[in-house]
């Protein structure tokens, strides 16, 4: 169970860690003192301790740094920021975006806000479709949309 989910959700990710890096060390202690048994090689239960420490920090830094990515409300890994950008100016009847958040509100959904300039207006049908393009195409379930006619003078991000 924790095998197949641990791509999609980053609990579920640090349970399948766990249990794993459990069960490897576990093996590796056994492993260790049926060698120092055998052979009187004390120094392989100091160094199976340091392989293990290593193992730990090198699977748990992915889980990491998705971690700090969620507290610090950065956008997820799977989601190119630059491409929603894209996918939001080429929109029929869009002239320029700016304001574009994307973050993650948890470890399997993401939110994104962001103003639209459309100098013909808005309609229901406009921000209905846009927003079901961007579930589809970039997964992204929690869309809020500003609609403007004209782009801000101070502006800087549009084009
Ligand atoms: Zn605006």
Known sequence: MFFA????DVNVRGAFLHMLA??????AVIVAGLTVWLTGLAWIDPAISVAIVGLILWSSWGLLRESLDLALDA??????????RAHLRSWPGVA??????????????A?????????E??????????????????????????VER???????ECD
């Not at 459990?22 to 093996?27: I, K, L, N, Q, T």
């Not at 207006?121 to 500003?146: C, M, P, W, Y």
């Not at 004209?150 to 800087?156: A, L, S």
């Open 22 to 27: 459990d069960a490897g060390v576990s093996a």
């Open 75 to 84: 956008a997820p890994r799977g989601i190119d920021v630059a491409a929603v």
């Open 5 to 8: 989910g641990r791509k999609h």
């Open 121 to 146: 207006g808005s309609d229901d049908a406009f921000l209905t479709n846009l927003r079901e393009s961007i579930k589809a195409r970039f997964g992204i379930g929690h869309v809020t949309l500003q």
């Open 111 to 119: 939110a994104l806000t962001a103003h639209i300039v459309r100098p």
């Open 96 to 109: 320029a975006v700016h304001d574009l958040h994307v973050w993650a509100m948890s470890a399997n959904a």
């Open 150 to 156: 004209e782009k801000p003078e101070d502006c800087v």
